[in-house]
């Protein structure tokens, strides 16, 4: 089928800030894809968006497994030909804040499986329909947690964290975005880290203090960046700069 709608997949969109970015991209006009690990949990949630008025389909996508990748990225070629916007938005906190000498392997392993190898397995099964697209943007979903450059100022509202997974987890995931920002250089395609900021989701156990929908207007930002927009940057809110509100450049 072709279609002059833009594409977009966001993944982890049953929920949270993906849904929000579905939600958003959708009102904008896009065909969203709505990525979900469970097909009843994602087919709820595109249920919504449809009554909502927004063109959703619904992708079965476990980050931890590539077949479902392989598999969605098929789907996705056999039905649009191709891809303009990824959101790659599912992660896990893993839940353990523990000290750095006090790491549990496991929830380190299960916290990169799905914050960093599963969004390289997600990226590379739809790069090919990516680059179909006339100037396609891919969005990491990262976080300021994962800024080395913000939790090693003793100014920052971060200086107290000291915890290996998920903050390490997140910075890897910063380095995986400059280097596809670099091999996709001088294409059109844009690759950027969004940092959605502390938003009240069941990840956090709503106790941020943005909304999801903020948290989302991020990542919408970097998904519909103009031609001349930055490439291979983390990007999105500045927690503890004067006014807390204003989009930005953070340090790696
Ligand atoms: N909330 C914050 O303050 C905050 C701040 C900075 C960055 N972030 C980042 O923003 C993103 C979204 O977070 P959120 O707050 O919206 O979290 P959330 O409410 O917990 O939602 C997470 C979403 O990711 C999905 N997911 C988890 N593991 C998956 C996997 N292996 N495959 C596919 N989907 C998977 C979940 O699916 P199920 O429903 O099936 O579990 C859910 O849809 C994450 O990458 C997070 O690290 C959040």
Redo the contacts with the bound molecule.
């Keep these: 089928m072709t279609t002059t709608k833009q594409i977009a997949l966001i993944?982890?969109?049953?929920?949270?800030?993906?849904?929000e970015t579905a939600r958003l991209l959708g009102e904008r006009g896009f065909t969203v894809l709505v990525?979900?690990?469970?097909a009843a949990?994602g087919a709820e949630a595109a249920d919504k968006l449809r009554a909502a008025g927004i063109d959703a389909r619904v992708l079965e996508?476990?980050?931890?497994?590539t077949d479902s990748s392989t598999r969605a990225a098929a789907w996705i070629a056999a039905e649009f030909g191709r891809l303009d916007v990824l959101v790659n938005?599912?992660?896990?906190?893993g839940g353990s804040f523990d000290k750095p000498s006090e790491t549990n392997l496991d929830s380190l392993r299960e916290v990169f499986?799905?914050?960093v190898f599963?969004i390289v397995a997600v990226t590379n099964a739809m790069l090919p329909l990516l680059r179909n697209a006339p100037a396609a943007r891919i969005v990491q979903?990262?976080?300021?947690?994962g800024s080395i450059g913000f939790l090693m100022d003793q100014q920052s509202p971060m200086w107290s964290a000291a915890a290996i997974s998920?903050p390490a987890s997140?910075a890897a995931l910063n380095m995986v975005t400059a280097m596809y920002a670099k091999e996709l250089w001088d294409t059109p395609i844009k690759v950027n880290a969004a940092?959605?900021?502390?938003?009240?989701?069941?990840?956090?156990g709503n106790s941020?203090f943005?909304t999801?929908e903020q948290?989302a207007q991020v990542s919408v930002e970097l998904a519909t960046l103009p031609a001349d927009g930055p490439t291979g940057q983390l990007w999105g809110y500045r927690w503890g700069a004067e006014d807390d509100t204003v989009f930005g450049t953070l340090p790696w």
């Design positions: 993944t982890g969109a049953n929920r949270g800030i993906g849904y990525g979900a690990r469970s949990r996508i476990d980050a931890t497994d938005n599912a992660g896990i906190s499986e799905t914050n599963g979903v990262s976080s300021e947690v998920y997140k940092n959605p900021g502390y938003c009240a989701t069941d990840f956090n941020g943005r999801a948290g």
